[in-house]
């Protein structure tokens, strides 16, 4: 709850993060950012940020109002509005042109070109302007957290997730995986890859499973680019990964460690080859994320999909921002049978990571769990 604002506020603020959701999967590396227009306690107009480099969210709203009744009216919003001229104008501009006289913002842009001058603008020009605390600001927060991640550190947000046994065991002894977790568990998992820009696999599980990493869901569009971490570019040519670079971005990472001729020959399949460094796994992943975010379309959210032995590097690293574990009831034992995050992990359990938020869920007849393992 929060104190500030008044209970009519909280709900139109609300209103605004809940239709800047309209935007997953299509605005990034942009936010998602929704926008209410109310005046004299009468809903004048809504709008959404509805893809990469078009109107923002602001603009839309602003559209969809008669603009004489702009004037004096209350502006919601999920994020603080920009002032900078980017592929779009600023939208502190749209809002003094249009006379709106009170912002009301759920949460920041830390990026540097915003982080708090939209709204000292548009307070120097004698617009009252609140900025909500508490759930809501956490719930918009949480809408943008590739957005957020990649505008602090620069590198993508990352979400791990796996498919174990009731024994915490991802695949026998033999290496046999197919299928832990229930049907309609995987297609959630193809329904979050139509959600974040890149999902990401280990070389050990490309060989493996040879799988396309592509969203499959009816009426599905867009596709994330797929990310294979490959120190010594082993991935085989006729792999499906390879087969439809084409069509599919494929962005292979490799080490100093690769063959010339091995990266030469992917990158002519159509791959796009990122050579990182660092004296261990840990750095080269750090590396890794650093040169996905630097990218001309920078890479601001990934699923990992594993295997046990990247999650574990990726977790090493401290870039594991959230985990989502399907549980499934099957108990596999055996002590060589591989569990979702290997690496070196913690020595002792004061320094284990604990989760910030864990919540569970009933998906057939797995539980789902998701943790939150950082907040941007
Ligand atoms: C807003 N409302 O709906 C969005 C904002 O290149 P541009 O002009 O589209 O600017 C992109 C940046 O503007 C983006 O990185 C973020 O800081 C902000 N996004 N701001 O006021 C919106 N999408
Ligand atoms: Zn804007």
């Known amino acids: 709850m ?37 005046k004299g306690g009468e809903l004048l107009g809504e709008g959404w940020h509805q893809r990469y480099g078009e109107a923002h969210a602001e603009l839309n709203a602003i559209a969809a109002c008669d603009p004489d009744d702009l004037r004096g009216a209350t502006l919601y919003l999920s994020l603080e509005p920009c002032c900078h001229q980017g592929q779009q104008p600023p939208c502190t501009d749209a809002i003094l042109a249009a006379g709106i006289s009170r912002v009301v913002v759920a949460s920041d842009d830390p990026s ?38 990649h505008a602090r550190s620069g590198k993508p947000w990352v979400l791990f997730k796996s498919a174990m046994s009731l024994d915490g065991k991802v695949a026998t002894r033999e290496g046999d995986s197919q299928w832990i977790s229930d ?3 995987r297609e959630k998992v193809h329904q979050w890859r139509s959600e974040v820009d890149a999902v990401a696999v280990g070389i050990g ?36 990964l390879v087969e439809q670079a084409p069509e599919v971005e494929l962005i292979v990472i490799v080490s100093r460690a690769a063959p010339r001729s091995a990266v030469e020959a992917l990158e002519t399949a159509g791959a796009h080859v990122l050579s990182v460094s660092g004296e261990n796994e ?14 001309d379309r920078p890479v601001t959210s990934m699923l990992l999909e594993g295997g046990p032995h990247l999650a ?22 055996g002590a060589s049978a591989r569990d979702p995050i290997e690496g070196m992990g913690a020595s002792a359990i ?27």
């Open 282 to 295: 840990p750095l080269r992943v750090s590396d890794a994320l650093a040169q996905l975010g630097a990218l």
């Open 112 to 149: 540097d070109k915003a982080n708090g001058r939209g709204l000292g603008i548009l307070r120097d020009e004698g617009v009252d302007v609140q900025v909500a605390a508490g759930d809501l600001a956490e719930a918009a927060r949480l809408e943008n957290q590739g957005f957020r991640k």
């Open 2 to 38: 929060d104190e500030q604002l008044s209970t009519v506020d909280q709900e139109y603020l609300r209103r605004a993060i809940e239709l800047g959701r309209n935007g997953l999967g299509d605005v990034s590396p942009n936010p998602q950012v929704g926008a209410v227009i109310v």
């Open 312 to 333: 574990g590097a990726f977790f090493d690293a401290g870039e594991i921002d959230e985990l989502r574990l399907f549980v499934a009831p099957l108990v596999i034992g």
């Open 205 to 240: 599980t490309a060989i493996a499973d040879d799988p396309q990493l592509t969203v499959r869901l009816p009426g599905s569009q867009r596709q994330p680019r797929r990310i294979v971490f490959d120190s010594e570019a082993r991935l085989p040519l006729d792999s499906q």
């Open 350 to 376: 004061a320094e284990a990571t604990r989760a910030v938020s864990l919540t569970t869920e009933l998906v057939a007849d797995d539980v789902l769990l998701s943790a939150r393992l950082r907040e941007w």
């Open 183 to 185: 049907a309609s568990s």
